[in-house]
């Protein structure tokens, strides 16, 4: 990702934690011209995302921080494995330390949970992709390690495509005035999901010729039939309580997608670590 779409996350995580008096602790017993380099290590293993964002936290409280990478995002780690090498101001590597930590664990973690899914439905035709259920403030960053899991991303916002769900079916009075009305107000390149319930509404949307189909907490057996009904006439995604235990089940359907907040929103963060290293 560029630094520019990350930069001030974490500059707002960090102030968060210096806040107005900065590291008490630090700053008490570390001389401000004393200098180190550090380790970033995996206590467990799992796939690494956010290594880049870690280090711009050590190196915004420190310009001169010079950090090694050792693995690259996407890639795999074992338990043990040293992820990066950090030298710089020994005051900036522990104050920055937890902020590090928490950005690589979590999209660490989101892209350990995001490879094992990708791997349960290998098998078959559908891909993995997260949703809008990110955490406030963190949504490129989270999706970012979706994609570095192996995933793709569902829409970024409410802005780049139009998913038509049960409560703007409601307030328009059905699907066909729904569509209607999204057709007469967005652009062309806009395209259009509707979120379908039964498969009489999944009917009727494909005879509106929409792009995609949301198929909300059906069964098994209503998603294979919603599947041959749709027959390659318009995207078919399953959505509603897929996690990865039933993740292959839902994936042999023959659906295109698989909807799964749970990627962003339940995933375990991946344990990392930051150990000073001798001689400096």
Known sequence: MLPLLYEDTVRRALLEDLGRAGDLTTDAIVPESRQASAVVIARSGGRIAGLEVAVRAFSLLDPQVQAEALIGDGQDAADGDQLAVIRGSARALLSAERTALNFLGRLSGIATATRGVVAAVSSYNTRVVCTRKTTPGLRALEKYAVRAGGGANHRFGLDDAVLIKDNHRLLAGGIAEAVRRVRAHAGHMVKIEVEVDTLEELQEALDLRVDALLLDNMSLDSLAQGVRLAAGRALTEASGGI??????????????????????????????????????
């Open 243 to 280: 996690t990865p235990a039933n993740a292959a089940a839902v994936a042999s359907t023959g659906v295109d997608l698989l909807s799964m907040g749970w990627l962003t929103h339940s995933a375990p963060c991946l344990d990392v670590s930051l150990d000073l290293a001798f001689p400096v």
